[in-house]
Nanobody, 115 residues
């Protein structure tokens, strides 16, 4: 059974930092691409960052130089280090991956950035 479990969200002041974690199980973690998405109230879900099995990364323009995605294959975990947070970063952050045509999502973790 595939499970993606996010953690690390919370309330932070603008300019602060948070690190999100996503623990994966039921998948061959070391060969899959992992991604973080977010969904703000009243908005569509959007890609934040992605990391391939080989460690290549790409980011949405709105988080470049502020967020860093990384992975620890020994722990089956992907991270999102978020620095210089802004109120507009407030959203539910979701972990995502895909395998054999199936897409898997975690339940999300809420990040709230106060001004």
């Amino acid at each position: 059974q595939v499970q993606l479990v996010e953690s690390g969200g919370g309330l932070v002041q603008a300019g602060g930092s948070l690190r999100l974690s996503c623990a994966a199980s039921g998948l061959p973690f070391n060969i899959i691409t992992m991604a973080w998405y977010r969904q703000a109230p009243g908005k569509q879900r959007e890609l934040v960052a992605r990391i391939t099995s080989g460690g290549s990364t790409n980011y949405a323009d709105f988080v470049k130089s502020r967020f860093t995605i990384s992975r620890d294959n020994a722990k089956n975990t992907v991270y999102l280090q978020m620095n210089s947070l802004k109120p507009e970063d407030t959203a539910v952050y979701y972990c995502n991956t895909g395998l054999y045509g199936n897409s898997y999502w975690g339940k999300g973790t809420l990040v709230t950035v106060s001004s």
